[in-house]
Protein backbone atom coordinates (compact mmCIF):
# COMPACT_ATOMS: atom_id res chain seq x y z
CA UNK A 1 0.00 0.00 0.00
CA UNK A 2 1.52 3.50 -0.70
CA UNK A 3 0.71 6.95 0.87
CA UNK A 4 3.24 7.37 3.61
CA UNK A 5 3.07 2.96 4.23
CA UNK A 6 5.82 2.06 6.56
CA UNK A 7 6.97 -1.06 8.38
CA UNK A 8 5.23 -2.19 11.72
CA UNK A 9 7.21 -0.38 13.93
CA UNK A 10 7.06 2.17 17.01
CA UNK A 11 3.52 1.79 18.60
CA UNK A 12 1.81 -0.95 17.75
CA UNK A 13 5.32 -3.06 17.37
CA UNK A 14 6.05 -2.50 20.68
CA UNK A 15 5.06 -5.04 23.31
CA UNK A 16 5.02 -4.95 27.33
CA UNK A 17 8.02 -6.04 29.20
CA UNK A 18 5.95 -5.76 32.62
CA UNK A 19 3.44 -8.81 30.87
CA UNK A 20 5.87 -12.06 31.40
CA UNK A 21 2.77 -14.99 31.68
CA UNK A 22 0.56 -16.18 29.20
CA UNK A 23 -0.28 -15.30 25.51
CA UNK A 24 -0.58 -11.96 24.68
CA UNK A 25 -3.89 -9.89 25.56
CA UNK A 26 -3.45 -6.96 23.57
CA UNK A 27 -4.57 -5.18 20.09
CA UNK A 28 -1.28 -5.07 18.88
CA UNK A 29 -0.36 -8.90 18.38
CA UNK A 30 -3.23 -8.39 16.22
CA UNK A 31 -2.12 -5.02 14.25
CA UNK A 32 1.22 -6.70 14.00
CA UNK A 33 -0.42 -9.88 12.31
CA UNK A 34 -2.64 -7.78 9.86
CA UNK A 35 1.02 -5.48 9.58
CA UNK A 36 2.51 -9.11 8.03
CA UNK A 37 0.23 -10.35 5.74
CA UNK A 38 0.28 -6.25 4.15
CA UNK A 39 -3.33 -5.82 5.53
CA UNK A 40 -2.32 -2.70 7.89
CA UNK A 41 -1.44 0.92 6.19
CA UNK A 42 0.04 2.94 8.19
CA UNK A 43 0.07 6.87 7.73
CA UNK A 44 2.47 9.34 8.66
CA UNK A 45 0.88 12.44 6.82
CA UNK A 46 -0.90 14.64 9.83
CA UNK A 47 -5.02 13.93 9.58
CA UNK A 48 -7.50 16.02 10.68
CA UNK A 49 -9.85 14.59 13.43
CA UNK A 50 -12.84 16.41 12.11
CA UNK A 51 -14.24 14.54 9.41
CA UNK A 52 -10.80 13.54 7.23
CA UNK A 53 -10.06 10.86 9.91
CA UNK A 54 -13.37 9.29 9.34
CA UNK A 55 -13.53 10.05 5.94
CA UNK A 56 -9.89 7.85 5.24
CA UNK A 57 -11.81 4.54 7.82
CA UNK A 58 -14.58 5.21 5.27
CA UNK A 59 -12.40 4.48 1.89
CA UNK A 60 -10.70 1.71 3.85
CA UNK A 61 -12.88 -0.26 5.66
CA UNK A 62 -13.85 -3.05 3.21
CA UNK A 63 -9.69 -3.20 2.34
CA UNK A 64 -7.28 -2.71 4.82
CA UNK A 65 -6.62 -1.71 8.86
CA UNK A 66 -5.05 1.77 9.80
CA UNK A 67 -2.99 3.09 11.61
CA UNK A 68 -2.66 7.05 11.91
CA UNK A 69 0.51 8.45 13.65
CA UNK A 70 0.02 12.15 13.40
CA UNK A 71 -3.74 13.51 14.12
CA UNK A 72 -3.60 17.14 14.07
CA UNK A 73 -3.56 18.61 17.95
CA UNK A 74 -2.99 15.57 19.25
CA UNK A 75 0.30 13.61 20.49
CA UNK A 76 -1.56 10.11 20.36
CA UNK A 77 -2.06 7.04 17.44
CA UNK A 78 -5.45 6.34 16.19
CA UNK A 79 -5.67 3.14 14.66
CA UNK A 80 -9.31 1.12 13.36
CA UNK A 81 -10.41 -1.29 10.79
CA UNK A 82 -9.66 -4.27 12.45
CA UNK A 83 -11.96 -6.63 12.25
CA UNK A 84 -13.73 -5.71 8.71
CA UNK A 85 -14.52 -9.35 8.01
CA UNK A 86 -14.75 -12.96 9.33
CA UNK A 87 -11.69 -13.84 8.36
CA UNK A 88 -10.05 -11.04 10.73
CA UNK A 89 -12.39 -12.09 13.36
CA UNK A 90 -11.85 -16.17 12.63
CA UNK A 91 -7.50 -14.72 12.80
CA UNK A 92 -8.15 -12.55 16.11
CA UNK A 93 -9.87 -15.58 18.13
CA UNK A 94 -7.10 -17.99 16.09
CA UNK A 95 -9.59 -20.44 14.71
CA UNK A 96 -10.70 -21.43 11.38
CA UNK A 97 -13.49 -19.47 9.92
CA UNK A 98 -15.78 -22.03 10.49
CA UNK A 99 -15.44 -22.42 13.63
CA UNK A 100 -15.74 -18.87 14.74
CA UNK A 101 -19.55 -19.51 16.10
CA UNK A 102 -18.70 -22.75 18.13
CA UNK A 103 -15.68 -21.04 19.59
CA UNK A 104 -18.42 -18.21 20.88
CA UNK A 105 -20.93 -20.97 22.18
CA UNK A 106 -18.06 -22.57 23.96
CA UNK A 107 -16.95 -19.54 25.70
CA UNK A 108 -20.43 -19.21 27.51
CA UNK A 109 -21.07 -23.11 28.48
CA UNK A 110 -17.06 -23.02 29.56
CA UNK A 111 -16.05 -19.63 31.18
CA UNK A 112 -12.71 -19.23 32.92
CA UNK A 113 -12.50 -16.65 35.51
CA UNK A 114 -10.37 -13.38 35.19
CA UNK A 115 -7.49 -13.14 37.59
CA UNK A 116 -6.03 -9.97 38.85
CA UNK A 117 -2.41 -8.33 38.36
CA UNK A 118 -0.36 -6.08 39.68
CA UNK A 119 1.64 -3.18 37.36
CA UNK A 120 -0.63 -3.69 34.27
CA UNK A 121 0.22 -2.32 31.12
CA UNK A 122 -2.37 -0.16 30.84
CA UNK A 123 -1.59 2.11 33.73
CA UNK A 124 1.98 3.01 33.22
CA UNK A 125 0.87 6.70 33.02
CA UNK A 126 -1.64 8.37 34.80
CA UNK A 127 -4.03 11.68 33.60
CA UNK A 128 -5.78 13.90 36.11
CA UNK A 129 -8.20 16.55 35.44
CA UNK A 130 -9.01 17.36 32.02
CA UNK A 131 -8.52 13.79 30.83
CA UNK A 132 -10.93 13.72 28.11
CA UNK A 133 -8.59 16.50 26.16
CA UNK A 134 -5.79 14.33 25.63
CA UNK A 135 -7.49 12.17 23.54
CA UNK A 136 -8.21 12.27 19.65
CA UNK A 137 -11.67 11.99 19.79
CA UNK A 138 -12.95 12.20 16.03
CA UNK A 139 -16.03 13.91 14.50
CA UNK A 140 -17.25 11.76 11.86
CA UNK A 141 -20.27 12.67 10.05
CA UNK A 142 -21.66 16.01 8.95
CA UNK A 143 -24.69 16.12 10.64
CA UNK A 144 -23.40 15.15 13.72
CA UNK A 145 -22.72 17.50 16.69
CA UNK A 146 -19.95 16.80 18.32
CA UNK A 147 -16.95 14.13 18.49
CA UNK A 148 -17.91 10.61 19.86
CA UNK A 149 -15.35 7.81 21.03
CA UNK A 150 -17.16 5.29 19.45
CA UNK A 151 -14.77 2.11 20.52
CA UNK A 152 -15.55 2.57 24.33
CA UNK A 153 -15.75 -0.67 25.76
CA UNK A 154 -18.09 -0.29 29.20
CA UNK A 155 -17.19 -1.78 32.29
CA UNK A 156 -19.67 -1.67 35.23
CA UNK A 157 -20.74 -3.69 38.17
CA UNK A 158 -24.51 -4.11 39.13
CA UNK A 159 -25.30 -1.60 42.36
CA UNK A 160 -27.43 -4.00 43.75
CA UNK A 161 -25.56 -7.71 43.29
CA UNK A 162 -21.99 -6.42 42.57
CA UNK A 163 -21.92 -8.86 39.34
CA UNK A 164 -19.81 -7.33 36.55
CA UNK A 165 -21.25 -6.31 32.84
CA UNK A 166 -19.32 -5.14 29.62
CA UNK A 167 -20.67 -3.48 27.00
CA UNK A 168 -20.41 -1.35 24.14
CA UNK A 169 -21.76 2.84 24.17
CA UNK A 170 -21.56 5.74 22.37
CA UNK A 171 -19.72 8.73 24.11
CA UNK A 172 -20.18 12.59 22.69
CA UNK A 173 -17.52 14.59 23.89
CA UNK A 174 -19.21 17.77 26.22
CA UNK A 175 -15.65 18.83 28.03
CA UNK A 176 -12.53 18.01 29.88
CA UNK A 177 -14.54 16.13 31.90
CA UNK A 178 -17.67 15.28 30.80
CA UNK A 179 -19.47 13.36 28.11
CA UNK A 180 -23.12 12.36 27.06
CA UNK A 181 -23.72 8.75 27.12
CA UNK A 182 -26.10 7.11 25.02
CA UNK A 183 -27.60 3.91 25.88
CA UNK A 184 -30.68 2.01 25.05
CA UNK A 185 -33.24 1.66 27.90
CA UNK A 186 -33.11 -2.04 27.64
CA UNK A 187 -29.46 -2.57 27.88
CA UNK A 188 -28.04 -4.06 31.24
CA UNK A 189 -25.54 -0.82 31.48
CA UNK A 190 -28.97 1.79 31.54
CA UNK A 191 -30.52 -0.88 34.02
CA UNK A 192 -27.80 -0.69 36.36
CA UNK A 193 -27.28 3.20 36.18
CA UNK A 194 -31.21 3.85 36.95
CA UNK A 195 -30.61 1.20 40.16
CA UNK A 196 -27.86 3.46 41.04
CA UNK A 197 -29.80 7.29 40.47
CA UNK A 198 -33.09 5.48 42.55
CA UNK A 199 -30.60 4.99 45.29
CA UNK A 200 -29.45 8.40 45.09
CA UNK A 201 -26.04 7.78 43.71
CA UNK A 202 -24.02 7.45 40.72
CA UNK A 203 -22.89 4.22 39.16
CA UNK A 204 -18.66 3.86 38.77
CA UNK A 205 -17.75 2.67 35.08
CA UNK A 206 -14.89 2.44 33.05
CA UNK A 207 -14.64 3.07 29.57
CA UNK A 208 -11.88 0.90 27.81
CA UNK A 209 -10.31 1.32 25.04
CA UNK A 210 -7.86 -0.61 23.08
CA UNK A 211 -8.81 -4.03 24.41
CA UNK A 212 -7.85 -7.34 22.48
CA UNK A 213 -10.36 -7.85 19.53
CA UNK A 214 -11.27 -11.54 21.77
CA UNK A 215 -12.49 -9.12 24.53
CA UNK A 216 -14.02 -6.71 22.41
CA UNK A 217 -16.38 -9.69 20.84
CA UNK A 218 -17.10 -11.01 23.98
CA UNK A 219 -18.42 -7.80 25.21
CA UNK A 220 -20.96 -8.02 22.70
CA UNK A 221 -22.47 -11.30 24.07
CA UNK A 222 -25.63 -10.86 24.50
CA UNK A 223 -26.07 -12.77 27.97
CA UNK A 224 -28.04 -12.54 30.73
CA UNK A 225 -27.77 -10.11 33.23
CA UNK A 226 -25.15 -10.77 35.86
CA UNK A 227 -23.19 -13.06 33.45
CA UNK A 228 -20.02 -11.48 33.23
CA UNK A 229 -18.34 -11.38 29.68
CA UNK A 230 -14.44 -11.49 30.61
CA UNK A 231 -15.52 -14.93 31.54
CA UNK A 232 -16.22 -15.81 27.98
CA UNK A 233 -13.22 -13.93 26.87
CA UNK A 234 -11.15 -16.02 29.09
CA UNK A 235 -12.34 -19.65 27.28
CA UNK A 236 -11.72 -17.61 23.76
CA UNK A 237 -8.21 -16.87 24.79
CA UNK A 238 -7.46 -20.51 27.16
CA UNK A 239 -6.47 -18.71 29.99
CA UNK A 240 -7.70 -16.23 32.37
CA UNK A 241 -8.12 -12.30 30.79
CA UNK A 242 -5.37 -10.54 33.08
CA UNK A 243 -6.94 -7.78 34.63
CA UNK A 244 -6.28 -4.46 36.95
CA UNK A 245 -7.99 -2.55 39.45
CA UNK A 246 -9.48 1.19 38.60
CA UNK A 247 -7.49 3.49 40.50
CA UNK A 248 -10.96 5.13 42.00
CA UNK A 249 -13.17 2.53 42.17
CA UNK A 250 -12.92 -1.64 42.33
CA UNK A 251 -13.95 -2.23 38.65
CA UNK A 252 -11.82 -4.76 37.02
CA UNK A 253 -10.31 -4.21 33.33
CA UNK A 254 -8.63 -5.53 31.14
CA UNK A 255 -4.53 -4.81 31.59
CA UNK A 256 -3.43 -5.06 28.53
CA UNK A 257 -5.44 -2.08 27.03
CA UNK A 258 -4.23 0.85 25.46
CA UNK A 259 -6.58 3.41 27.31
CA UNK A 260 -9.22 3.11 30.56
CA UNK A 261 -10.83 6.23 31.54
CA UNK A 262 -12.79 5.76 34.70
CA UNK A 263 -15.73 8.12 35.43
CA UNK A 264 -19.73 7.96 37.04
CA UNK A 265 -22.94 7.82 35.41
CA UNK A 266 -25.36 9.88 35.98
CA UNK A 267 -28.70 8.62 35.18
CA UNK A 268 -30.46 11.44 36.45
CA UNK A 269 -28.70 14.27 34.54
CA UNK A 270 -30.23 14.44 30.77
CA UNK A 271 -28.73 15.44 27.91
CA UNK A 272 -30.33 16.08 24.40
CA UNK A 273 -28.01 14.81 21.89
CA UNK A 274 -29.28 15.51 18.67
CA UNK A 275 -29.05 13.72 15.18
CA UNK A 276 -26.59 10.47 15.72
CA UNK A 277 -25.69 7.87 13.36
CA UNK A 278 -26.66 4.08 13.32
CA UNK A 279 -25.77 0.93 12.15
CA UNK A 280 -28.00 1.41 9.41
CA UNK A 281 -25.66 4.22 7.70
CA UNK A 282 -28.62 7.12 8.25
CA UNK A 283 -29.10 9.25 11.19
CA UNK A 284 -31.09 8.95 14.27
CA UNK A 285 -32.43 11.08 16.57
CA UNK A 286 -32.61 9.27 20.15
CA UNK A 287 -33.71 12.90 21.92
CA UNK A 288 -31.75 12.78 25.47
CA UNK A 289 -28.81 10.64 26.58
CA UNK A 290 -27.34 11.19 30.13
CA UNK A 291 -24.28 12.46 31.69
CA UNK A 292 -21.19 10.80 32.71
CA UNK A 293 -17.81 12.71 34.40
CA UNK A 294 -14.70 11.36 34.25
CA UNK A 295 -12.37 11.65 37.37
CA UNK A 296 -9.34 10.22 35.44
CA UNK A 297 -7.42 8.03 33.03
CA UNK A 298 -4.75 5.59 32.94
CA UNK A 299 -2.87 4.75 29.73
CA UNK A 300 0.23 2.79 28.26
CA UNK A 301 3.47 4.43 28.15
CA UNK A 302 2.65 4.86 24.03
CA UNK A 303 -0.53 4.47 23.88
CA UNK A 304 -3.03 4.37 20.54
CA UNK A 305 -6.80 5.40 20.88
CA UNK A 306 -8.80 2.85 18.77
CA UNK A 307 -11.78 4.29 16.93
CA UNK A 308 -14.67 2.10 15.84
CA UNK A 309 -16.38 4.16 12.86
CA UNK A 310 -19.94 3.89 13.20
CA UNK A 311 -22.62 3.27 10.92
CA UNK A 312 -22.76 1.09 7.50
CA UNK A 313 -19.23 -0.21 8.06
CA UNK A 314 -17.76 -3.34 7.93
CA UNK A 315 -16.13 -3.33 11.69
CA UNK A 316 -19.43 -2.30 13.21
CA UNK A 317 -21.52 -4.30 10.97
CA UNK A 318 -19.25 -7.24 12.12
CA UNK A 319 -18.68 -6.60 15.61
CA UNK A 320 -22.06 -6.53 16.35
CA UNK A 321 -23.10 -9.36 13.82
CA UNK A 322 -20.87 -12.41 15.07
CA UNK A 323 -21.54 -12.58 18.71
CA UNK A 324 -25.26 -12.00 17.70
CA UNK A 325 -25.59 -14.75 15.70
CA UNK A 326 -23.63 -17.25 18.01
CA UNK A 327 -26.23 -16.05 20.85
CA UNK A 328 -28.94 -16.41 18.84
CA UNK A 329 -28.02 -20.17 18.12
CA UNK A 330 -27.30 -20.62 21.29
CA UNK A 331 -30.94 -19.81 21.89
CA UNK A 332 -32.53 -21.69 18.80
CA UNK A 333 -30.40 -24.77 20.33
CA UNK A 334 -32.50 -25.04 23.12
CA UNK A 335 -35.75 -26.25 21.28
CA UNK A 336 -34.48 -26.90 18.42
CA UNK A 337 -32.01 -29.30 18.59
CA UNK A 338 -31.37 -29.98 14.80
CA UNK A 339 -30.06 -26.23 14.12
CA UNK A 340 -26.82 -25.38 12.11
CA UNK A 341 -25.16 -22.15 11.45
CA UNK A 342 -27.05 -19.19 12.23
CA UNK A 343 -25.66 -15.94 10.25
CA UNK A 344 -26.70 -12.45 10.98
CA UNK A 345 -25.81 -10.62 7.55
CA UNK A 346 -24.18 -7.47 6.35
CA UNK A 347 -27.04 -7.25 3.90
CA UNK A 348 -29.00 -6.51 7.04
CA UNK A 349 -26.59 -3.81 8.76
CA UNK A 350 -25.12 -6.60 11.05
CA UNK A 351 -28.31 -6.07 13.13
CA UNK A 352 -31.57 -6.73 11.35
CA UNK A 353 -31.13 -9.95 8.96
CA UNK A 354 -31.15 -13.56 10.27
CA UNK A 355 -30.00 -16.62 8.02
CA UNK A 356 -30.81 -20.05 10.55
CA UNK A 357 -29.69 -23.34 8.92
CA UNK A 358 -31.46 -26.28 9.92
CA UNK A 359 -30.93 -30.03 9.42
CA UNK A 360 -33.43 -31.98 8.08
CA UNK A 361 -36.40 -29.45 9.20
CA UNK A 362 -39.43 -30.76 10.39
CA UNK A 363 -43.00 -29.47 9.69
CA UNK A 364 -43.13 -26.45 11.71
CA UNK A 365 -39.60 -26.09 13.34
CA UNK A 366 -38.85 -23.12 10.15
CA UNK A 367 -41.63 -20.97 12.02
CA UNK A 368 -40.42 -21.56 15.51
CA UNK A 369 -37.01 -20.42 14.81
CA UNK A 370 -38.25 -17.35 13.91
CA UNK A 371 -40.15 -16.95 16.33
CA UNK A 372 -37.36 -17.47 18.82
CA UNK A 373 -35.36 -15.00 16.46
CA UNK A 374 -37.83 -11.96 17.01
CA UNK A 375 -38.44 -13.12 20.73
CA UNK A 376 -34.76 -12.90 21.46
CA UNK A 377 -33.31 -10.10 20.33
CA UNK A 378 -35.93 -7.09 19.48
CA UNK A 379 -33.49 -5.19 16.80
CA UNK A 380 -34.23 -8.41 14.47
CA UNK A 381 -37.03 -7.83 11.48
CA UNK A 382 -36.04 -10.37 8.90
CA UNK A 383 -35.33 -14.42 9.47
CA UNK A 384 -34.54 -16.86 6.59
CA UNK A 385 -34.57 -20.82 7.36
CA UNK A 386 -32.53 -22.51 5.14
CA UNK A 387 -31.26 -26.07 4.61
CA UNK A 388 -27.89 -27.46 5.87
CA UNK A 389 -26.56 -27.61 2.31
CA UNK A 390 -26.69 -23.82 2.25
CA UNK A 391 -24.14 -21.68 3.83
CA UNK A 392 -26.09 -19.10 5.98
CA UNK A 393 -22.91 -16.25 5.96
CA UNK A 394 -23.12 -16.80 1.57
CA UNK A 395 -26.08 -13.99 0.87
CA UNK A 396 -26.16 -15.58 -3.05
CA UNK A 397 -26.77 -19.25 -1.78
CA UNK A 398 -29.58 -17.51 0.59
CA UNK A 399 -30.82 -16.09 -2.56
CA UNK A 400 -30.80 -19.40 -5.16
CA UNK A 401 -33.01 -21.22 -1.92
CA UNK A 402 -35.27 -18.39 -1.33
CA UNK A 403 -35.72 -17.98 -5.62
CA UNK A 404 -36.07 -21.77 -6.11
CA UNK A 405 -37.20 -23.67 -2.94
CA UNK A 406 -39.89 -21.04 -1.77
CA UNK A 407 -43.52 -20.73 -2.62
CA UNK A 408 -44.25 -16.92 -1.34
CA UNK A 409 -48.35 -17.52 -0.71
CA UNK A 410 -46.80 -20.46 1.33
CA UNK A 411 -43.60 -19.87 2.77
CA UNK A 412 -43.99 -16.09 3.81
CA UNK A 413 -44.56 -15.05 7.15
CA UNK A 414 -45.71 -11.41 7.78
CA UNK A 415 -46.49 -10.60 11.02
CA UNK A 416 -47.57 -6.84 12.11
CA UNK A 417 -46.85 -4.97 15.09
CA UNK A 418 -43.82 -6.50 16.71
CA UNK A 419 -41.17 -5.00 19.29
CA UNK A 420 -38.88 -3.10 17.54
CA UNK A 421 -35.68 -1.95 18.73
CA UNK A 422 -35.42 2.04 18.73
CA UNK A 423 -32.82 2.55 16.01
CA UNK A 424 -35.18 0.52 13.09
CA UNK A 425 -35.62 3.11 11.00
CA UNK A 426 -39.29 2.05 10.20
CA UNK A 427 -40.50 1.57 13.88
CA UNK A 428 -44.02 3.17 14.63
CA UNK A 429 -44.03 3.75 18.73
CA UNK A 430 -41.34 0.92 18.93
CA UNK A 431 -42.82 -1.60 17.00
CA UNK A 432 -42.67 -2.49 13.24
CA UNK A 433 -43.65 -5.53 11.07
CA UNK A 434 -41.51 -8.64 10.42
CA UNK A 435 -41.18 -11.13 7.63
CA UNK A 436 -39.74 -15.01 7.69
CA UNK A 437 -39.22 -16.98 4.73
CA UNK A 438 -38.87 -20.65 4.54
CA UNK A 439 -36.59 -21.66 2.23
CA UNK A 440 -36.20 -25.01 3.16
CA UNK A 441 -36.62 -27.88 0.57
CA UNK A 442 -40.02 -29.48 0.35
CA UNK A 443 -39.59 -32.80 -1.35
CA UNK A 444 -43.28 -32.95 -2.71
CA UNK A 445 -42.35 -30.14 -4.32
CA UNK A 446 -40.17 -31.33 -7.88
CA UNK A 447 -40.24 -34.90 -8.91
CA UNK A 448 -36.93 -33.79 -9.89
CA UNK A 449 -35.46 -33.39 -6.53
CA UNK A 450 -32.61 -30.40 -5.79
CA UNK A 451 -29.76 -32.20 -6.49
CA UNK A 452 -27.00 -29.14 -8.20
CA UNK A 453 -26.50 -29.81 -11.57
CA UNK A 454 -22.60 -30.84 -11.22
CA UNK A 455 -19.77 -32.88 -12.79
CA UNK A 456 -18.98 -36.01 -10.91
CA UNK A 457 -16.50 -35.34 -8.11
CA UNK A 458 -13.56 -37.40 -9.44
CA UNK A 459 -13.81 -35.34 -12.44
CA UNK A 460 -13.17 -31.81 -9.97
CA UNK A 461 -10.28 -33.95 -8.36
CA UNK A 462 -8.52 -34.51 -11.56
CA UNK A 463 -9.00 -31.13 -12.72
CA UNK A 464 -8.02 -29.09 -9.89
CA UNK A 465 -4.30 -31.21 -10.15
CA UNK A 466 -4.39 -30.07 -13.62
CA UNK A 467 -5.03 -26.73 -12.69
CA UNK A 468 -2.43 -26.86 -9.39
CA UNK A 469 0.14 -27.44 -12.06
CA UNK A 470 -0.75 -24.93 -14.35
CA UNK A 471 -1.59 -22.13 -11.87
CA UNK A 472 0.00 -22.99 -8.46
CA UNK A 473 -0.51 -19.35 -6.92
CA UNK A 474 -4.34 -20.15 -7.45
CA UNK A 475 -6.74 -22.31 -5.21
CA UNK A 476 -9.44 -24.28 -6.96
Not at 182 to 207: Q, Y
Not at 268 to 292: C, F, P, Q, R, W
Not at 342 to 362: D, E, H, L, M
Not at 365 to 371: F, I, W, Y
Request: net charge negative.
Amino acid sequence: MTSDVLPMTGHAANQSASVSQGQDQSCRSMLAALAAQGELLVVDQEIDPVFDLSALLSLTHETCAVQANRIKGYDMPVFGNLLADLDRIAMAMNVPRENIQSALLGSIKTPIAPVVIDNPPVQEKLFEGGVLAHLPVPTFFSQETGPYISAGLMIARDPETGLGNASYARLKILGPNEALIGIAPNHHLAIMARKAADKGETLPFAVVLGAHPIIQLAACLYLGLGDDEMHCAGALFGEPVRMARCRTSDILVPAEAEIVIEGQIHADKTIVEGLVSEYHGMYENYGTGVLATFDCMTTRADAMMQVILPGYHAEHIYLGAVPIAASLKAQLARVILNVGEVAVTASGCGRNNVVVQINRPRPGQARRAMAVCWGAVSIIKNVTIVDADVDPWDLNAVELAKSTRMRAERDILIIKDLPADRSEPQEDGFMVAKVGYDATCRPSDRKEGYDKAAPPAASYERMRALLADAMPEVSF
